[in-house]
């Protein structure tokens, strides 16, 4: 079975510092790979997504990057924390056109 | 704006009750789908109805789709108070590339 990683669970950081969000995936391959932010009491805003090692593709342009080392590998990046990178940061798996299928997430406070 | 709005944004109701919830969009779409997400918790997928599909049944689940008007709706029924959860519609439009815009959620409570 299929099974998708998330870490850290939360995450304090300060502004302007670096950040590094992984997650993996396990039990399939060349699976399509998402990141979505959420604000609290909000829904989910797309931030990248890939269909491929090295293929991102970038919803919305801000503080962020998203790498694909591997072809179940999915890292969020920043080199300076902004205050509103704050949320709850949800990795995702698909096949194709289907279901997605989401990780535990991670709580990132920006102080 | 998002692809996806649910309306209403908050449902308060008794167990055993229906409860319905309503997701519009604005482009065509390959797929629809609704999740289900607990407080701090991911996302879980309930449904996935495609373009050419009207409805679908799952369980205690029924989700319709009518493309002309770019609508759908997620009827729970004889709800229980473990329904309680934040439910999303996706859409994934049809000019390709795998993306799924969500829609910012209902927020369904069920009193037990």
């Known amino acids: 079975s299929q099974t998708i990683h998330q870490w850290p669970a939360t995450l304090v950081q300060p502004v302007g510092s670096p950040l590094s969000l992984e997650c993996t995936v396990e039990?399939?391959?060349?699976?399509?790979l998402y990141w979505y932010r959420q604000a609290a009491g909000r829904g989910l805003q797309l931030l990248f997504y890939?269909?491929?090692?090295?293929?991102i593709s970038s919803e919305v342009p801000q503080n962020l990057s998203a790498s694909r080392p591997q072809d179940r590998q999915f890292i969020l990046s920043s080199k300076k924390l902004l205050l509103s990178d704050s949320g709850f940061y949800l990795c995702?798996?698909?096949?194709?056109?289907?279901?997605?299928?989401f990780g535990p997430g991670t709580r990132l406070t920006v102080l | 704006s998002q692809q996806g709005e649910e309306d209403p944004q908050a449902l308060s109701i008794q167990e055993g009750e229906n409860a319905t919830m309503n997701c519009s969009y604005k482009?065509?779409?390959?797929?629809l789908q609704w999740y289900r997400q607990n407080s701090g918790r991911g996302l879980v997928h309930l449904i996935l109805?495609?373009?050419?599909?009207r409805e679908k049944h799952s369980g205690r689940l029924r989700v319709t789709l009518d493309t002309s008007k770019k609508s759908s709706s997620l009827l729970i029924t004889a709800s229980r108070a473990a329904d309680t959860a934040s439910y999303f519609c996706?859409?994934?439009?049809?000019?390709?590339?795998?993306?799924?815009?969500f829609g910012a959620g209902t927020r369904l409570f069920v009193k037990a």
């Open positions: 890939s269909v491929g090692i090295g293929q």
């Open positions: 109805i495609r373009s050419n599909e």
């Open positions: 995702a798996w698909s096949w194709g056109s289907n279901e997605q299928f």
């Open positions: 039990g399939t391959s060349n699976p399509n």
């Open positions: 482009t065509s779409i390959n797929n």
């Open positions: 996706a859409t994934e439009p049809d000019t390709g590339g795998f993306k799924t815009i």
